[in-house]
Structures are given as structure tokens and as C-alpha cells.
């Protein structure tokens, strides 16, 4: 079966400092791997993927995720946190083998909240 | 580019009464998606069409479910004799599809109370 965790429900950052959303997948085939960012009443929003390649991928907004096949994680860092970086983050799976291609798996979410 | 809109943005009905979402998709995107997110949880798939082909369900959208996108533009979401559990954010999202790495854009979703 395919599934994506987040291990942890909240991350807390101090702004200047480098941040980490951890993501875990399972999937049955190749991964192709997402992350969305979700602001308060807004809609989600794509950050960035990664489908083949070099195992780190730079996304929007200053953020890169690296992958790690051994692991089967897909953790989102950014160097330096902003205060605006505040907000709902999802880790997302697509598996390439099953007959459910149209739909993405998505994590429980990651409440990021970096203070001043 | 106008982004994805769903009308309502909220609603709030009695237990067995019938609802209906709707969701414009980004003019040029043939792909249309239903999604359905409850607190504290990630969004899960209903449903998504392609043009007005409805490719694919989950097990989730039970009979009381129909989603419906007649000239492949809009869509609907009706769900019949809603129950309490059926309170949840609904979310739509399009796409212009460009295989398996598309991405998706999300409207801000119908927030549905059951009460």
C-alpha cells in the first residue's frame, strides 16, 4: 500500500536557523515525491518534486528537499527560516506502478512555526 | 490565470439533507480533482476526471457521493442524506496534465458542517 508519514505534527524554528520537515513514503514502485505548503485560508500550494535525478531538489521560496532512496525519505529543509515560512506543510507520494496514477498520497501534515 | 475557485466556502447543513460543491478549475487544465481533508489529517483522493471522463474513484466515495463534469469545465460534488462524518474540507484542485510529475492547484476548498 501506498503511504507517506510525517513523523512530527509541529516544528518550531527560530527565524536565521536552517529548518527540517521530516517525510517518509511507502510505495510499491518508483516514487515520484512531493511537497505542498498550505497558508491559512488558502489553498495548497506546490513547493517542489522530485521524480529522477539528483537526490536533491530545489523548489520555490528558497526550499529543497533531499531524497533518499535507502531511506525511503524525503525531508524538506530550507538553510534559513522566515518568519513567513510559517504554515502547514504536506509530503506527498504518487506511485508509478499501481493502476491509481491519477491520485497523490498525502501526509498527515507538519505545522512549521518559526518565531522573530 | 484566475486559480481554482469553489463555491461555497462554507456550508452548513442538517444531518440527511442533500449538499452541492462546485469547483472551476484554471481554464486550460483538463484535469479536475476532488479531494476531501479532515482535521488534523492530510487531504485524501475522492475522485478525478479528465475532461469530462471520471477516471478514477476511491473506495471513500461511497453511493451517497457524485461528482459530475458535464462539458469538462466545471465540476460538482453532490453528497445525498449527509451524515456527521461527512463534516469535512472539501478541496479541489486542476491540472495541465504532463504525466506522472504534474502538479496540482488547489482551490481553497468548501468547508462542510454536518450538524
Known amino acids: 500500500a501506498q503511504s507517506v508519514a510525517q513523523p512530527e505534527d509541529q516544528v518550531n524554528v527560530a527565524e536565521g536557523n536552517p529548518l527540517t520537515v521530516k517525510c517518509t513514503y511507502s510505495?510499491?514502485?518508483?516514487?515520484?515525491l512531493f511537497w505542498y505548503v498550505q497558508y491559512p485560508n488558502r489553498g495548497l500550494q506546490f513547493l517542489l518534486k522530485?521524480?529522477?535525478?539528483?537526490?536533491l531538489v530545489k523548489g520555490s521560496y528558497g526550499f529543497e528537499a533531499e531524497f533518499n532512496k535507502s531511506q525511503t525519505s524525503f525531508h524538506l529543509k530550507k538553510p534559513s527560516a522566515l518568519v513567513s515560512d510559517s504554515a502547514l506543510y504536506f509530503c506527498?507520494?504518487?506511485?508509478?506502478?499501481?493502476?491509481?496514477?491519477?491520485?497523490?498520497?498525502f501526509g498527515r501534515g507538519t505545522q512549521l512555526t518559526v518565531w522573530p | 490565470d484566475t486559480g481554482v475557485s469553489q463555491d461555497p466556502r462554507h456550508k452548513i447543513t442538517k444531518r440527511g439533507q442533500n449538499v452541492t460543491f462546485r469547483c472551476d478549475p484554471i481554464?486550460?487544465?483538463?484535469?479536475l480533482y476532488w479531494y476531501r481533508q479532515t482535521l488534523g489529517q492530510g487531504p485524501e483522493f475522492l475522485t478525478y476526471?479528465?475532461?469530462?471522463?471520471?477516471?478514477?474513484k476511491s473506495r471513500l466515495l461511497s453511493d451517497r457521493f457524485s461528482a459530475e463534469r458535464p462539458k469538462g469545465s466545471f465540476s460538482t460534488l453532490e453528497i445525498q442524506r449527509t451524515e456527521q462524518g461527512d463534516s469535512a474540507m472539501y478541496l479541489c484542485?486542476?491540472?495541465?496534465?504532463?504525466?506522472?510529475?504534474?502538479?496540482?492547484?488547489f482551490g481553497s476548498g468548501t468547508q462542510l458542517s454536518v450538524l
Open positions: 476526471f479528465q475532461n469530462e471522463a471520471q477516471l478514477e
Open positions: 506527498a507520494v504518487r506511485d508509478t506502478t499501481s493502476s491509481t496514477l491519477g491520485r497523490l498520497y
Open positions: 484542485a486542476s491540472s495541465f496534465p504532463t504525466g506522472l510529475t504534474e502538479k496540482l492547484f
Open positions: 522530485y521524480i529522477t535525478g539528483d537526490n
Open positions: 481554464s486550460e487544465h483538463n484535469r
Open positions: 510505495v510499491s514502485g518508483n516514487p515520484y
